[in-house]
């Protein structure tokens, strides 16, 4: 599946973004959907996932209860909401797809096979 990833932006610490991956074609033709981050001279680190066949999602510790994956059928797009944003969280945001090896947390890079293009998420503090 290719995979396009937007929303992005420069705010301020406390403030809000959606960020959306967007799915070629008609349907998400994948199992699972993830967002992953990469901080400058950092590595790509897991975000959240969900499982598109029953809506189990996962989420990194640090952002659980302020980000929240979900989907929208109707547009073919998956959306990460990001509450209360910190300077930490000031990464490239990458959205993945096309889970190989089942559902087991904690996920890695090489767990997917589809890419989409990253998106700047800038918190000034």
């Known amino acids: 599946v290719q995979l396009q990833a937007s929303g992005g932006g420069l705010v301020q610490a406390g403030d809000s973004l959606r960020l959306s991956c967007a799915a070629s074609?008609?349907?998400?033709?994948?199992?699972?959907v993830a967002w992953f981050r990469q901080g400058p001279g950092q590595e790509r680190d897991f975000v959240a996932l969900?499982?598109?066949?029953?809506?189990?999602?996962f989420y990194e510790d640090s952002v659980k209860g302020r980000f929240a994956i979900s989907r929208a059928d109707a547009d073919n797009t998956v959306y990460l909401q990001m509450n209360s944003l910190k300077p930490e969280d000031t990464a490239v945001y990458y959205c993945?797809?096309?889970?190989?090896?089942?559902?087991?947390?904690?996920?890695?890079?090489?767990?997917?096979?589809?890419w989409g293009q990253g998106t700047q998420v800038t918190v000034s503090s």
């Open positions: 993945a797809a096309d889970l190989v090896g089942g559902l087991h947390y904690p996920f890695l890079q090489s767990d997917f096979r589809s």
């Open positions: 074609g008609r349907t998400f033709s994948t199992n699972a």
């Open positions: 969900i499982h598109l066949n029953d809506g189990v999602t």
